[in-house]
């Protein structure tokens, strides 16, 4: 599996953007809920990280979406799964 941190700077201008905050506000464990996230703006998070790593993500792991790193980890374990598949 790829070291999650690999994602963490990309997922950080995703949020950054969607959410108009400068990135410099967005530590790694910083929780979404405290940023004012909604359910429908992770719903949207992970369509978009899912366009730009090319993977699918099942809407289970929409819980695991709390954080940036929560993000990352996720998107590590996607691609990793797509690369065993071939």
């Not at 909604?38 to 819980?63: A, H, K, M, P």
């Amino acid at each position: 599996m790829a070291d999650p941190g690999t994602y963490v700077d990309e997922i950080r201008r995703i949020i950054s953007f969607a959410l108009e905050i400068p990135p410099e506000r967005l530590a790694d464990t910083t929780p979404f809920d405290d940023l004012g996230m909604t359910s429908r703006q992770r719903i949207q998070l992970l369509s978009r990280v899912e366009v730009t790593y090319d993977v699918s993500v099942d809407i289970d792991e929409l819980d695991r979406l709390v954080d940036i790193r929560g993000v990352a980890e996720v998107i590590s374990e996607a691609v990793a799964a797509q690369r065993a598949r071939g």
